[in-house]
């Protein structure tokens, strides 16, 4: 079965800077759309980029310039590079990929930047 798992979340300050992950297995990660979305306490869940199987991305407007997604399809491995870290990035951050009309997400992992 489809399973995303996220990794590299934690506590930052602000202007610091961090990497997320995220491990895919059960299906062919290389042919299919990868995103990280995020959710902050009380808004909705928000797209923050995606990367798709050719490699082209597009990024949240609040995140251009800072975030950077990549993907290595040999290691079935997502990553979101995150600099310039401000507080209003804090949120869970989820991992997705959408198969056949259906989404998956990962658990998410909690990015929080606070001084």
């Known amino acids: 079965q489809v399973q995303l798992v996220e990794s590299g979340g934690g506590l930052v300050q602000p202007g610091g800077s961090l990497r997320l992950s995220c491990v895919a297995s059960g299906f062919t990660f290389s042919s299919y759309l990868m995103s990280w979305y995020r959710q902050a306490p009380g808004k909705q869940r928000e797209l923050v980029a995606r990367?798709?199987?050719?490699?082209?991305?597009n990024y949240g407007e609040s995140v251009k310039g800072r975030f950077t997604i990549s993907r290595d399809n040999a290691k079935n491995l997502m990553y979101l590079q995150m600099n310039s870290l401000k507080p209003e990035d804090t949120a869970i951050y989820y991992c997705n990929t959408l198969i056949f009309d259906r989404d998956y997400w990962g658990q998410g992992t909690q990015v929080s930047v606070s001084s």
């Open positions: 990367i798709r199987s050719s490699g082209s991305t």
